[in-house]
């Protein structure tokens, strides 16, 4: 077995951490906002994968955060008053979270690319 050196290079490990900022303002950038996205997306690129895979890990993980809407339960005891207090209002606001996530489109996964005289 390879020594953790071996597997994690100080140059690599350094260019990663320089880079951190960039990778969480480019999947902002494409929709992925929740905490973590990075490390998901990291951790796919660790293992061998693509960017298109390590994005959709970074979905996968924003996805898994989210939970579901029908988990989403009436609160037990003392509640303060917020402009969603409906249980129903506050399920359509997280499938609506849902939905948004699982539309947005993998910046990776453009079969062809965009020709910028037909985009204008």
Known sequence: MASVMEQH??????????????LQCNLRNTGL??????????????????AEQAWEAARRHELVMLGFADEIEEPKGLSFPSPRNSIDERRAARQRQIDSVR????????????????AA
């Open 9 to 22: 290079p100080e140059a690599e490990v350094r260019r990663l951490r320089k880079n951190l900022n960039t």
């Open 33 to 50: 906002n929740m905490p973590g996205a990075d490390a998901a997306y990291r951790a796919a690129i660790f293992v061998g994968a693509d």
């Open 103 to 118: 539309a947005l489109v993998n910046p990776f996964s453009l079969a062809t690319p965009v020709s910028l005289e037909r």
